[in-house]
């Protein structure tokens, strides 16, 4: 699926609010998801989508 880059952008800003003194902050991950999802915005799943490879990205970041 390609993602547009609207929906990248959406994803980074919501990315860069979950974190916090260079720390991701989990109850924001979890309040912002819940958000979009009731909101439901255009290509929300997008958005999703690539939120979770950035989260992922991030986490892998800080396991090695």
């Given at each position: ?48 989508s690539h939120f979770q ?12």
């Open positions: 699926m390609k993602i547009s880059k609207q929906a990248r952008r959406e994803a980074k800003l919501l990315f860069r609010s979950c974190i916090a003194d260079g720390v991701l902050n989990e109850g924001r991950v979890r309040e912002l998801v819940s958000k979009v999802l009731a909101a439901k915005p255009r290509s929300y799943f997008a958005i999703l490879r950035l989260l992922k990205l991030y986490l892998d970041r800080q396991a090695a």
